[in-house]
């Protein structure tokens, strides 16, 4: 069976989530963010506030990176899930701007997230198989290029979500982290 584009398009406009769901859901999403705003916030602190500066290393910046796409996710995508199922429990309608904001900031944070293990992984694996090499090649110069990438990527590449539709980009999403997951696994 050939998929075609407007089997993309079903919203299930008939369709509503259960009220003890969007209730829970709530409930959840702010406590995940205030859990994760305090948590990279003390990471990004912790980092920055260095007194004997020991912990600015390529490693630690690339923890930033990840503290700082998870706080994207704690201050913008939790609490704007909240309040989405926060209006669904009291029977409100919910604009097509809202979605969008929340999908691209889901998209934007994740996406980050995810290279930003990634490369975790590869810095780590170089560290490990490569030790003599590493401190020339690994440099705190070359991680701020790796993390300007990281970004350009996450900022740009979820603007397809408005070309494609939200159900076709999260199938490709959902596929590329998998297939994203099993080189991190095999390196760490």
Not at 177 to 185: E, G, N, Y
Request: proline content about 4%.
């Amino acid at each position: 069976m050939q998929l075609t584009e407007g089997q993309f398009d079903n919203n299930c406009p008939f369709s509503e989530a259960p009220l003890a769901l969007s209730v829970l859901t709530t409930g959840i999403s702010i406590i995940l963010s205030f859990v994760s705003i305090l948590g990279n916030i003390l990471i990004i602190l912790a980092v920055a506030l260095d007194p004997n500066k020991n912990l600015r290393t390529p490693f630690n910046w690339l923890i930033v990176n990840l503290a700082a796409a998870d706080l994207i996710a704690g201050v913008i995508t939790d609490p704007l899930s909240a309040s989405i199922h926060f209006k669904l429990c009291l029977g409100k309608k919910i604009t097509g701007a809202e979605v969008n904001v929340l999908n691209m900031s889901y998209f934007i944070s994740c996406t980050a997230s995810s290279l930003s293990i990634a490369s975790l992984t590869v810095e780590r694996y170089l560290a490990v198989r490569k030790p003599t090499t590493y401190r020339n090649k690994i440099t705190n110069k070359r991680i701020v290029f790796t993390v300007a990438v990281i970004w350009l990527i996450s900022l740009t590449l979820p603007n397809t979500y408005f070309e494609v539709g939200y159900i076709l980009y999260s199938f490709v999403f959902a596929n590329a982290s998998v297939v994203l997951a099993i080189p991190v696994t095999c390196l760490t």
